[in-house]
């Protein structure tokens, strides 16, 4: 029983890329690509949020060169954010208990 060669082709093959070979990893990448840019979700959602942490970790991990550092250089900013803002809470906390 042979298997079905279209059965796992993306639906944009047959209506945005038409011409395009669906085996091809570019042309697969390409068809992600436009889901990810047409995404109509709430962005207001923290599963929204989340998919979008999780687009730029993907998207950064892709580039490489200044992109990369640049990306790198956004994460850790980010996560020097969250420790100031716990030392400040934890400072607080522990005067609050102080008193």
Known sequence: ???????????RFDDDL???DPRDPEAQAFAEH?????RCDPAFTIEASL?????FAEGSNRVG???WWVAALIALLIIV???VSAWDIVGDL????SR
């Open 1 to 11: 029983m042979a298997e079905n060669p279209g059965s796992e082709r993306h639906p």
């Open 51 to 55: 998919r979008g942490v999780a687009d």
């Open 34 to 38: 436009l889901d990810r840019m047409q």
């Open 65 to 67: 060169g200044l992109r």
């Open 81 to 83: 954010g969250v420790l």
């Open 94 to 97: 522990l005067a609050w208990l």
């Open 18 to 20: 038409v011409g395009l």
